[in-house]
């Protein structure tokens, strides 16, 4: 019912600036979260960051002070930005939304979008 599309990713030159998108479709309810995870080769995935419908954010522990989440409620889009990339921030990034309805939560997950960091 939820449909995920990423864009922003490529190749950064390190030191440069990262923006990427996320844009949810379908049955978006009321209670929900959009976020961001990252997984590097021979790594587990792990959280990058997540913010709530209500605007509350949480940030993996790795990424504190490094990242910034933000979103427009009213396209349902998810934003993650940072400047000074760094050669270890090359990963998948996965879009990911978990959302409340009729007392079950629903998870889901984008295709990925690849970022390179030269250096």
């Known amino acids: 019912q939820v449909q995920l599309v990423e864009s922003g990713g490529g190749l950064v030159q390190a030191g440069g600036s990262l923006r990427l998108s996320c844009s949810a479709s379908?049955?978006?309810?009321?209670?929900?979260?959009l976020g961001w995870y990252r997984q590097a080769p021979g790594k587990q995935r792990e959280l990058v960051a997540t913010?709530?419908?209500?605007?509350?954010?949480n940030y993996g522990d790795s990424v504190k002070g490094r990242f910034t989440i933000s979103r427009d409620n009213t396209k349902n889009t998810v934003y993650l930005q940072r400047n000074s990339l760094k050669p270890e921030d090359a990963a998948v990034y996965y879009c990911?939304?978990?959302?409340?309805?009729?007392?079950?939560?629903?998870?889901?997950w984008g295709q990925g979008t690849q970022l390179t960091v030269s250096s």
């Open positions: 990911h939304e978990r959302q409340y309805s009729d007392y079950h939560w629903y998870d889901y």
């Open positions: 379908g049955s978006i309810f009321n209670i929900n979260a």
């Open positions: 913010i709530t419908s209500g605007g509350s954010t």
